[in-house]
């Protein structure tokens, strides 16, 4: 009998290889003053693209989360029940600091090296970084109440993953979540309803209310916003009491999201829990915009991992499969396409980790970065996340139909990619908040230009998109007509800025694309509508996957 399955011209699995052995990453790791983390970067890149984090995460995400609200005997509990391998890739998050170890490491570049280390772990499962973003983010929000700073931090900053429901205090580590939207509101926290009503206890409060979105629901604590007699108030809620019972969060269901399907997200009723006041009252906004910000820096940098991973993917595909009589990557319209998707990826990373080295510099006291980091994360998570679900549709398209298969994970890539655009903050917010920071710090403005001016005269497409933002900014016109422009002046300012850094620290041949399609309009609204006469395959062989040894 004639054999009807020969399996032929098929690609051979992407597995075993280092996922931190990425030039961009690399070189701005270095550049940025984090380079005595490297080794430790490497280390967790090769775990990362191993076939042992990979099946972790796979099976994470493929066996969602489920909740228990009461146990057999009709207890209520509260309690989310994840897939082993999800704690597997949260001990590994935490051993490595993901989730806070700048706030303990006092060396230049920490945040750097926390922000590359996210990037590479990131693409084993990045449905994780959720509660370990948050705990990262906690942290500068929490030291406005010193008191609660003093008692949680080192918990917080703890390289270890203590799972399970006890008092925060008794545990050798802590998890952070955040809870803050409600359904009639949703970014408009303002329009909160929760109560927040002084139990006596000096900077206790009794919350009642509703929460719509509330990530990581097994976190220890959590940044909860209120109303309190004085206004919108931040407080810590615990999920167990000093004494050791547990407070009135009741889990009404967990969300059943389109990606970050590892992840928990819930809604939540306060039913009198507990919680201590964070900052002053009528300041909730204000201190718990600290996490906001922190956790933006995330969005973009997971974006940029996504890209690279959806890259990855895709040139390892067109390497190994032939159609029409050549390899996928040697065909003119795929090269087009590929290193459209390389320069879109290596542009996202090194806006992310320049942003990071602002945190760095800005943490140390530099107040030009400060104003840098300020206008730059909320330019660069707009862009960049707003981008990510079209380079991912790409690069799915890249394997054509074994794309669209799960097995291939260019799905679960493409599932996730929306999700930090609209992670506090969708596009319109964060578009906004650009305009804002100008219109409350001008001289954010200044520092701005004065980042893309070091790298004036080096590249005339890049003068001449830079001359016109000037005379954009120069003109704002009237507040209805500039909030309806906004995404258009935002982008702009998002495209120079990662001109600037490509042009002065990039490779001359993914500067070089970039300027000519992103700043010299000599490109089409797809991927892969490059102009000619770029040196293509300089590009590609920046988002070659390089193999390791398989961990």
């Known amino acids: 009998m004639p054999s009807t399955h020969e399996v032929t011209n098929q690609v051979p699995p992407l597995s075993g290889y280092d996922v931190s052995a990425d030039p961009a990453l690399l070189e701005s790791l270095r550049r940025e003053g984090a380079g005595w ?24 995400e493929r066996n969602s989360p489920v909740l228990h609200t009461h146990d057999r005997y009709g207890h209520r509990v509260d309690e989310v029940e994840f897939h082993p391998y999800w704690h597997e890739l949260m001990t590994v998050a935490v051993r490595h600091g993901l989730h806070g170890a700048p706030w303990r490491d006092e060396r230049p570049g920490a945040h750097v090296a926390r922000a590359a280390k996210v990037f590479v772990w990131g693409q084993a499962d990045p449905g994780h970084l959720c509660p370990i973003s948050m705990t990262y983010a906690a942290v500068p929000a929490l030291r406005a109440q010193p008191d609660l700073a003093d008692v949680y931090e080192p918990l917080l900053t703890s390289p270890f993953y203590d799972f399970g ?20 509101g949703g970014s408009d926290v303002r329009a909160n309803t929760t109560r927040a009503v ?28 209120a109303q309190a007699p004085g206004g919108l108030s931040c407080f810590l809620v615990p999920r167990v009491l000093p004494d050791g019972t547990r407070n009135a969060i009741r889990l009404q269901r967990l969300k059943d999201k389109l990606g970050n399907r590892s992840n928990a ?36 940098v997971s974006s940029a991992s996504g890209m690279r991973q959806g890259l990855v993917q895709a040139v390892h595909h067109a390497t190994h499969r032939s159609a029409f009589g050549a390899r996928l990557i040697d065909q003119p319209l795929m090269t087009n396409v590929l290193a459209d998707l390389a320069v879109e990826a290596e542009a996202a990373t090194i806006a992310g980790l320049r942003l990071a080295g602002a945190v760095d510099r800005a943490a140390a ?34 394997l054509g139909g074994n794309g669209y298969v799960e097995d291939s994970g260019l799905p679960r890539l493409y599932r996730e990619s929306p999700l930090p655009s609209i992670w506090e903050g969708s596009g319109n917010v964060a578009a906004l908040d650009v305009l ?40 704002l016109g009237d507040a209805a007509a500039l909030q309806y422009r906004a995404r258009r002046l935002v982008e702009r300012m998002a495209l120079v800025l990662q001109g600037s850094l490509l042009v002065r620290h990039g490779h001359p041949a993914v500067a070089d694309a970039f300027c000519a399609s992103r700043l ?3 490109w089409g609204i797809a991927f892969g509508t490059l102009p000619t ?3 293509t395959a300089a590009i590609i062989a920046r988002g070659t996957p390089e193999t390791a040894v398989p961990a």
């Open 165 to 184: 429901l006890r008092e925060p205090t008794s545990k050798r580590g802590i998890i952070a979540g955040m809870s803050m939207t409600e359904k009639q």
């Open 265 to 300: 997200s819930s809604e939540i009723e306060y039913e009198g829990a507990l919680g201590r006041l964070v900052g002053e009252e009528g300041r909730g906004v204000a201190t718990i915009i600290r996490m906001v910000n922190m956790t933006r820096l995330d969005c973009a």
């Open 198 to 225: 002084p139990t006596g206890e000096d900077g206790c409060y009794a919350l009642t209310g509703h929460k719509w979105f509330t990530s990581a629901p097994m976190s220890d604590v959590f940044l909860t916003l």
């Open 436 to 475: 804002r920071a100008m219109g409350r710090q001008p001289q954010a403005v200044e520092a701005f230009f004065t980042e893309i001016d070091r790298a004036a005269g080096a590249d005339r497409r890049l003068d001449a998109a830079t001359a016109r933002l000037r005379k954009d900014l120069g003109d």
């Open 520 to 522: 010299d309009s000599d």
């Open 37 to 60: 983390a490297e080794t430790e970067v490497r280390e967790l890149g090769v775990l990362a693209g191993g076939e042992q984090a990979q099946e972790w995460g796979r099976l994470a």
């Open 365 to 398: 006291g530099d107040a030009e970065e400060e104003l840098l980091r300020r206008i730059g994360l909320a330019v660069t998570k707009y862009w960049v996340c707003k981008r990510a679900p079209a380079h991912a549709a790409e690069a799915l398209e890249c």
């Open 533 to 535: 006469g770029l040196d």
